[in-house]
């Protein structure tokens, strides 16, 4: 019997090497996984429409976990198997938050980039993650007027600094209502309360009837907290965060020199 059956790796940090590459021994040892009957889920911040090709690319036909588990999708027919949008009004309150600390702000929602005004950031990240933008002045007044969208995930950046006042802040204002992860010192991932890479696991886990302790998960960031936490066993790329390091069953190489192939091949093959 496999130790193993379930592992769930995060992208960005992780799987992908910092220019965004798979390289031929992590998808040579995911894919011996898959032989063995190993399901695997890929774990990420990520948009669907950018975390897909990867998956398609390594054969992975199961549900990918996105914008932090605020959407669970089929990788080849694109079926949803969870979604959990941030109510508009609630987004709209957050976005005027962030904007009146001058913070620049990004909204996903119907798995597109919006924006108030395009930034060179904007541009850069619509093109090598592969998400199309569009500009459409206040986020709040566009959250708020006429069939307003339901955002997937609301994004931040502010000075690293600051992040944690930042989230302490959004966390009173929404009075529970929303979810705050950090994929980036300088990062705020918003998401609906309850919302996460952990629970999202989770639950398709106990779909599957797979065990907690025949979990494996890989990640680096604030973001994959309670994924680690939750897993049978926890591994961290050694460019982690010092949290996620402390929390890890085991650290892996870095993401640049195939921390996940060896954790695969340690652990799974």
Request: glycine residues 10%; charged residues 20%; proline residues 6%.
């Amino acid at each position: 019997m496999l130790r193993f059956q379930l592992v769930a790796l995060d992208m960005d940090g992780t799987l992908l090497t910092d220019d965004l590459r798979l390289t031929e021994r992590t998808a040579g040892a995911i894919r011996a996984g898959l032989a063995r009957g190993v399901r695997f889920v890929l774990a990420t911040g990520r948009p669907y429409r950018s975390a897909r090709p990867f998956a398609l690319d390594l054969g992975l036909d199961v549900p990918l976990v996105c914008y932090n588990g605020a959407v669970v999708r089929e990788a080849v027919s694109g079926r949803f198997h969870a979604e959990r949008p941030i109510p508009p009004e609630v987004a709209a309150e957050v976005a005027e938050f962030l904007v009146g600390r001058g913070c620049h702000m990004k909204m996903y929602a119907g798995d597109l980039l919006y924006v108030a005004e395009p930034t060179e950031e904007t541009r850069w990240f619509s093109e090598h993650y592969g998400i199309p933008y569009e500009a459409v002045g206040s986020l709040a007044a566009y959250l708020r007027g006429p069939g307003g969208p339901a955002p997937s995930m609301l994004v931040t950046h502010a000075d690293p600094s600051a992040v944690a006042g930042l989230v302490d802040e959004l966390e009173r204002l929404s009075a529970g209502r929303v979810a705050c992860h950090r994929p980036t010192p300088w990062g705020i991932d918003i998401v609906r309360a309850g919302t996460s890479k952990g629970a999202a696991v989770r639950d398709l886990a106990a779909a599957w009837g797979i065990p907690r302790q025949a979990v494996l998960a890989a990640g680096n960031a604030g973001n994959d907290v309670d994924l680690l936490a939750w897993a049978g066993w926890g591994v961290a790329v050694a460019n982690a965060t010092p949290e996620l390091l402390a929390l890890a069953d085991w650290v892996a190489p870095d993401n640049n020199h195939d921390g996940v192939a060896e954790a695969l091949e340690q652990f799974v093959l």
